[in-house]
């Protein structure tokens, strides 16, 4: 009788469709797309890669909201994050991190904190290095202090300003720097971050 209880179709958990899903994304309902699971996620990536710009920022914040790890996100979200759309470019960049832990993702927004044409992309993507990185363990993390480390020593001032900000955010400190000061000032408060770095690493 339990067993009979068990199979009946009234038991089964409802099956969630794309258009389902869509509806809920569209509608910023973040419990009921959480109450769902991450079963919702393959959804949300064939969602993803078929939609036009401005859905495309709805489904990456939503992705950073939900903050729950997924390789195919992270796959889909990587082919847009040097699309000159700026909406999109900065929720991508946001989300990254808090659908993957992978050294990738902190390599490739050093790489557009640093190299980005544009200065908005360069702040956003710092500000995604400061807050965003969720999955990473302390051991992973040196990667990411690494390379804000070596950004301190970039010609640009404001990729030396939104470096230590990233920094100070992480750890509390500054070392000294100060971006605007003289070169060897500055390569002075290098070498401090430097051995500090050296000390986390033996950790």
Known sequence: MLTAVLSSPLMAAPEVDIAEVRTLVLQKN????KSLGTDIL??????YTTSNKAQKADIAE???????????AKQALMSDIQTKDQNLRVQVQWALG??????????????RMRNDDNPLFRD????ALAYDQIHLT?????????GLISALSDPKLDVR????????????QTRGFSAN????????????WQKWLDEYRSR
């Open 62 to 72: 939503t992705f950073y909201k939900l903050g729950w790890k997924s390789p195919e």
């Open 98 to 111: 808090r659908v993957s832990g992978d050294p990738d993702v902190v390599d490739v927004l050093l790489d």
């Open 124 to 127: 956003k993507a710092a500000c």
């Open 161 to 172: 300003m939104i470096a230590l900000l990233a920094l100070n955010i992480h750890t509390g």
């Open 138 to 146: 302390e051991k992973e993390k040196l990667r990411l202090y690494e």
């Open 42 to 47: 393959p959804l949300m990536v064939q969602m």
């Open 181 to 192: 000061s003289s070169p060897t000032q500055r390569d002075a408060a290098i070498r401090q």
């Open 30 to 33: 973040l419990a009921a797309l």
